[in-house]
């Protein structure tokens, strides 16, 4: 079990087109001495050859293994970072609403004193021109009552 988190899908991807390359001579080669051997098994040279091929048959299939190995314990690990992520995500999606929802509370009381101050500027208006309304009755009753004497 290798498990080597720096091979990447290209290394995976040659070494199997190595391994696909190899396998069928072996195939072809192991049929052919599998036959000489068992038609004569008393030859050596047959024996030695069908050896070797059955070898390296088992050789290539303890690799295909170790490989399908290294890349179900490749994929749990991107499996187990992906779950993470998707659970960060999940995080600050939380946190999103909950800011969200605050900035709307803060956007409400925001227009409610922008309502207020209007309020208040239109009832200091309302004052202030009373006000003047009122200097101006002042000043007018003055004139009259000076005017009078």
Known sequence: MNN???VTPIQYMEQLNSLENVVPSLVKDFKKY????????ENQEYKT?????????????????TMTNDLYYAVERINKQLFALNREIDIEKEIH?????????????NNASIE???????MYDYCYMRN???F???MILILVIVNRK
């Open 4 to 6: 080597n988190p720096t």
């Open 34 to 41: 599998y036959v000489y051997f068992h038609t004569t098994p």
């Open 49 to 65: 050859m069908f050896e070797n091929i059955q070898g390296n048959l088992n050789t290539i299939s303890t690799q295909l293994l």
């Open 97 to 109: 609403q909950t800011l969200e929802q605050n900035v709307k509370k803060v956007e409400n009381k």
């Open 116 to 122: 207020l101050i209007s309020d208040y500027t239109q």
């Open 132 to 134: 003047w309304a009122i």
């Open 136 to 138: 101006l009755s002042f």
